[in-house]
């Protein structure tokens, strides 16, 4: 069956518009495809309105903004979920059992797309950055072969997943970024990379490795893993981890120093090598490689220093949402004792022991921004050993309080840990006024 013979007069219920309107894309694609599709979120119409010009323009009628009638999705035929919209919200929970099928964009492209090359980026942090290096590199290298497509999912992305289903054909390569709450649904159809590059783990816990890398134990001899030392041990380590995939290490020393001559990061140049050894596996030339590598300046939001203010550097991380790539930021930053950590935000579930029994090492001061996280972990933050803990009611008053407790030479890093508080911020946002903050010190 084509897509459009699946998408042939369906009722498609597409629910949650994405945090910074990332479903737009893959709405429109529908709207083309489909005798009738009806849009609900659970935020305001004030907060979404500047999205209605572009879809109604492209067709869009019904929406329901502020609530999402649970009648009205029992009519649907098919329900598509945004990215931060889980599968077992209580709202689905009927519909599913009444047979519904409930997808997000990715599942679902899956579904229909053809055979494909598919190489699959995850790990606890660093995703974006990895998939945008060997995004830049492969996008340049095929270029040169105009039957060979190339495409590129990301969740957070604005370009939708959907969308490629118009272009993409038999044996194209695709690049995915494969954030965390997808893992389960890509193993539940039995998707594995043919190239799993994986930039970290939570742990080398046997259960963490396990969950993490759940989805390459359908991987064939002909397909590859992509990973530095670190992650190769534990997943050598693990018992039950059985992947019948060559296996490809990585080193930070394996880039050239004249490629990175720029770059002092270690994360930076672990990223690289991933990259790097990505690439040789697609033939890429090596001077191509050197180029972006040698050219790429990092992603916003992502350890992205904003400005230096009497003698203090602040960056800005809040991109992190996880334990693990604040602890990734503050190895990377830390010199002792030198960082002023502005933390704290939505709970995610994440367990944060290996974050408290290792922050002490590199934090001086802790400024807590307000969420139910943050309430959560409150109580074992304030008993971490020599270090400050200081409250804050905003995220502009926290960079003040910051500003305050650091010392000359300090670092003032914003890496949450912890998703954005509430309907109206996202991770974006919070960024944005982090930065809008600092500039007005």
């Not at 159809?189 to 590059?197: E, T």
């Not at 200081?390 to 502009?396: A, K, P, R, V």
């Not at 949450?416 to 007005?440: C, L, N, Q, T, Y």
Request: aromatic share 8%; net charge positive; with cysteine.
């Amino acid at each position: 069956m084509t897509y459009k013979e699946f998408f042939k007069e369906k009722k498609v219920a597409v629910v949650g518009l994405g945090p910074h309107g990332e479903m737009v894309a893959d709405i429109k694609f529908l709207l083309k495809h489909t005798a009738e599709v009806a849009l609900y979120d659970l935020r305001s119409h004030a907060r979404l309105k500047g999205f209605l010009p572009k879809l109604k323009e492209a067709g869009l009628e019904k929406f329901t903004f502020g609530q999402i009638p649970k009648d009205e999705l029992a009519t649907a035929d098919l329900i598509i979920l945004s990215p931060e919209i889980s599968k077992k919200s209580h709202f689905l929970k009927e519909r599913i059992r009444a047979g519904i099928q409930v997808e997000y964009p990715e599942t679902l492209f899956f579904k229909l797309a053809p055979i494909i090359t598919l190489i699959g980026v995850m790990g606890v942090c660093g995703k974006t950055t990895v998939s945008n290096i060997i995004y830049s590199i492969l996008k340049k290298s095929f270029a040169d072969y105009p039957d060979q497509g190339f495409f590129f999912i990301d969740p957070d992305s604005g370009n939708g997943a959907l969308t490629h289903l118009k272009k993409i054909k038999k044996s194209d390569v695709l690049l995915a970024r494969i954030p965390d709450y997808m893992m389960e649904h890509y193993h539940a159809m039995r998707i594995s990379p043919y190239v799993a590059v994986v930039t970290g783990i939570p742990s080398t816990d046997p259960k963490d490795v396990k969950r993490e890398l759940s989805i390459l134990e359908f991987q064939t001899y002909n397909n590859f893993i992509v990973a530095s030392d670190m992650v190769m041990d534990a997943v050598k380590a693990e018992p039950d981890f059985a992947s019948k995939a060559k296996i490809l290490r990585t080193r930070k020393s394996s880039v050239p120093k004249d490629w990175t001559s720029g770059i002092r990061a270690t994360h930076a140049l672990e990223n690289a090598a991933l990259a790097l050894q990505t690439s040789e596996l697609f033939k890429v030339s090596p001077e191509l490689v050197r180029e972006t590598i040698a050219s790429f300046l990092g992603l916003k939001g992502r350890i992205e220093l904003v400005k230096k203010v009497g003698n203090i550097e602040y960056y800005n991380d809040t991109a992190s949402i996880t334990p693990h790539a604040t602890l990734s930021a503050l190895r990377t930053l830390a010199t002792h004792k030198n960082i002023v950590l502005i933390f704290g935000g939505a709970y995610t579930g994440h367990d944060y022991e290996t974050f408290l029994r290792s922050a002490g090492e590199f934090v001086a001061v802790i400024v807590l921004l307000p969420g139910s996280g943050t309430l959560g972990l409150r109580e074992s933050l304030m008993l971490l050993p020599d270090v400050k803990v200081l409250q804050s009611i905003h995220l502009e008053d926290a960079v003040k309080k910051a500003r305050d407790s650091a010392r000359k030479g300090d670092i003032v890093l914003l890496s949450p840990g912890f998703e954005a508080v509430g309907v109206d911020i996202s991770r974006k946002e919070r960024g944005e006024r982090f930065v809008k903050a600092v500039r007005a010190l």
